[in-house]
């Protein structure tokens, strides 16, 4: 029986690309491999695989019965619902250790990089196996789109070190340039509906018993968002409605000025004031410096909503 690798639901770059990555290695080791996926592309991650000519992989929201390994999250929430019904083999991410829990032991690589790739790019390197020229492109890729090409505070020594690897493999001489051609892919959000954009890039966490959703979107110049803010808080609310949360918020990361506007729907807007540090008003508030979900802002929402 073959095993999965999926990563979590509404995928980004780091998690296509770490299916694929890590099945390719999985499979060089030996164990029959597929590369999964819980949901459908975004634009960037879409714009990465037809540009180094790779097939997404296969779509699966249900893994009963199956073996399982999984990339870039550890936490329920983003789980295959039925992954309590699956033989979740191993965890490979640079997050927190989520809530998942197993039966038996497990195989577990879980690293404080600024991507699941640099992970995979070290798995690589101790197995002693090659990367082929068009995986090392995409895994630079899932680098640089997680890094927010070495500007987010998640970024370290060995993500840079890992690009630098992954590039001469793939004969790609101007990294920053690369970044930047797919960061104006992500900033090309007309035509888009609202929900499209508020799940692009989102996940949902449990703080102290409560469900709360955090997206963020990634651009290089804000100015893309005027006029759509209404409309992009009216489906927020909407979305905390529909899936009984306490709260919502979306970042609107602006990565030349290095920055997000927090947009938020909640219960009680107060514990996002406290946990920041700021007034909302009308819904929004400018926080200079953030560009890190996972280190910036999901951190200190726990902390807040713990009280």
């Known amino acids: 029986m073959a095993m999965y690798i999926c990563g979590h639901i ?8 770490g299916a694929l990555s890590l099945s390719y290695l999985k499979n060089k080791l030996g164990t029959d491999s597929i590369a999964a996926r819980q949901g459908e592309l975004n634009p960037e991650t879409k714009f990465i695989l037809d540009k180094f000519d790779f097939k997404p992989p296969v779509l699966k929201t249900k893994f009963a019965g199956e073996d399982l390994f999984i990339v870039d999250y550890s936490d329920l929430a983003q789980a295959p619902k039925d992954i309590g019904e699956a033989n979740l083999k191993g965890i490979v991410d640079h997050h927190k250790l989520g809530d998942i829990t197993t039966p038996a032991p497990l195989e577990c690589c879980i690293r404080p990089v600024g991507c699941s790739n640099t992970v995979i790019k070290s798995l690589y390197d101790f ?5 082929p020229k068009d995986m090392a492109s995409i895994m630079l890729c899932a680098i640089l789109s997680d890094t927010v090409i070495y500007k987010s505070p998640t970024c370290t020594q060995e993500d840079i070190k890992a690009t630098q690897e992954l590039a ?12 930047m051609e797919m960061f104006l892919v992500k900033s090309a959000i007309e035509g888009a509906s609202a929900r499209e954009l508020v799940t692009r890039d989102y996940k949902d966490f449990v703080m102290n018993g409560k469900k709360v959703g ?13 006029g759509k803010r209404d409309m992009l808080l009216k489906d927020m609310k909407a979305l905390k409605d529909e899936g009984e949360r306490h709260s919502i918020i979306i970042l609107l990361t602006d990565i030349m000025n290095e920055g997000s506007e927090l947009l938020a729907i909640s219960d009680d807007e107060g514990i996002i004031e406290n946990a920041f540090g700021i ?20 951190p200190f929402l726990e902390k807040a909503f713990k009280g």
């Open 10 to 17: 509404n995928p980004d770059s780091d998690s296509i690309v």
């Open 127 to 131: 197995h002693g196996i090659d990367i």
């Open 168 to 179: 001469k493999i793939a004969e790609i001489k101007d990294i920053k340039a690369l970044g």
């Open 214 to 226: 955090i997206g963020q979107l990634e651009v290089v110049d804000l100015k893309v968002f005027d």
């Open 279 to 298: 007034k909302l008003k009308d819904h929004k508030a400018w926080l200079p410096g953030v560009l890190s979900r996972k280190k910036q802002v999901v």
